[in-house]
């Protein structure tokens, strides 16, 4: 199983950017057999899906959050990462990145290995 | 999105004895063309990520004990530990991968009586 690794601010005032990265070892991000996105958990929401994206890019986002998230693939650092603009309290959660065997379009799939999590506070 | 409704929120089941979860989804998540069901469960205890235990609606991940079983079809789903241990005390999520956005639901906790 490839190991997954969140890195981030664990704070972020509203109305700036939440950005994070996902490091990927022992396995590599341009495997075209996995989505490689991020997942959101907080008390109110539940687990959420942000988005998800093959290796070259063309990502699929939540609809709720598509016009603030924006995924982004570094192959040569084997990186992912998030940036969510505009965020507000309600945007605090612990974050996941996951990866995601291809089952079909982008925006499905099960999560087969996890992030260990980050967790973001929105707060001023 | 497709609705994913977990039952009970909560159980308390004595060790050694049998945890049944439900979980129904507000549309079908059987593909016709491949007669699959598009259906994940997970397992989450505190301050760890979820983890996958059942795919395709009852194939287990790779190393998770076989007391842990996967059914049912179309909507109506069931997550059964066949003799709870110590152990599987934790969170249970289902979760849809039929159609986009994946979605999860509320999850349900057992605990040991």
């Known amino acids: 199983q490839p190991q997954l690794q969140e890195s981030g601010p664990g704070l972020v005032k509203p109305s700036e950017t939440l950005s994070l990265i996902c490091t990927v070892s022992?396995?590599?991000?341009?495997?075209?057999?996995?989505?490689w996105g991020w997942i959101r958990q907080s008390p109110g929401k539940g687990l959420e899906l942000i988005g998800n994206?093959?290796?070259?890019?063309?990502?699929y986002y939540n609809p709720p959050l598509r016009s603030r998230a924006t995924i982004s693939v570094d192959t040569a650092k084997n990186q992912f990462s998030l940036r969510l603009t505009s965020v507000t309290a309600a945007d605090t959660a612990v974050y996941y990145c996951?990866?995601?065997?291809?089952?079909?379009?982008?925006?499905?799939?099960?999560?087969?290995?996890w992030g260990q999590g980050t967790l973001v506070a929105v707060s001023s | 999105d497709i609705v994913m409704t977990q039952s009970p929120d909560s159980l308390a089941v004595s060790l050694g004895e049998r945890a049944t979860i439900n979980c129904k989804s507000s549309?079908?998540?059987?593909?016709?063309?491949?007669?699959?069901?598009?259906l994940a469960w997970y397992q989450q205890k505190p301050g760890q990520p979820p983890k996958l235990i059942i795919y395709?609606?009852?194939t287990r991940e790779s190393g998770v004990p076989d007391r842990f079983s996967g059914s049912g079809s179309g909507t109506d789903f069931t997550l059964t530990i066949s003799s709870l241990q110590a152990e599987d005390v934790a969170l249970y999520y289902c979760?849809?991968?039929?159609?986009?956005?994946?979605?999860f639901g509320g999850g349900t906790k057992v605990e040991v009586k």
């Open positions: 979760q849809q991968y039929y159609s986009p956005p994946l979605t």
């Open positions: 996951a990866r995601t065997p291809v089952t079909g379009d982008r925006g499905r799939g099960y999560v087969d290995s």
């Open positions: 994206t093959y290796y070259y890019g063309d990502a």
């Open positions: 022992d396995d590599s991000i341009s495997n075209s057999a996995y989505f």
């Open positions: 549309q079908n998540v059987l593909y016709s063309v491949d007669q699959k069901n598009y």
């Open positions: 395709w609606a009852s």
